[in-house]
């Protein structure tokens, strides 16, 4: 599949916006799970393994 150059760009700023922000959260989730009780962790865990499923999703569209 070819891309003009600009497309590409975008493509490779997404992606990278997309590994930031699954990186991030598992410092985030890693950080709250030291300071909240351990329902409201699981709780988040949960919550941030959901929206990593959602970002590899569109991560892979972004790859068709």
Known sequence: MFLP????????EIENLIDTMIKSGDELVD????????????SMVM????????LK???????L
């Open 5 to 12: 150059i600009g497309m590409t760009s975008d493509k490779n």
């Open 57 to 63: 999703k569109i991560k892979e569209f972004l790859n």
């Open 31 to 42: 950080n709250l799970k030291t300071v909240l009780p351990n329902s409201l962790s699981e």
């Open 47 to 54: 919550f941030h393994e959901s929206n990593v499923e959602n």
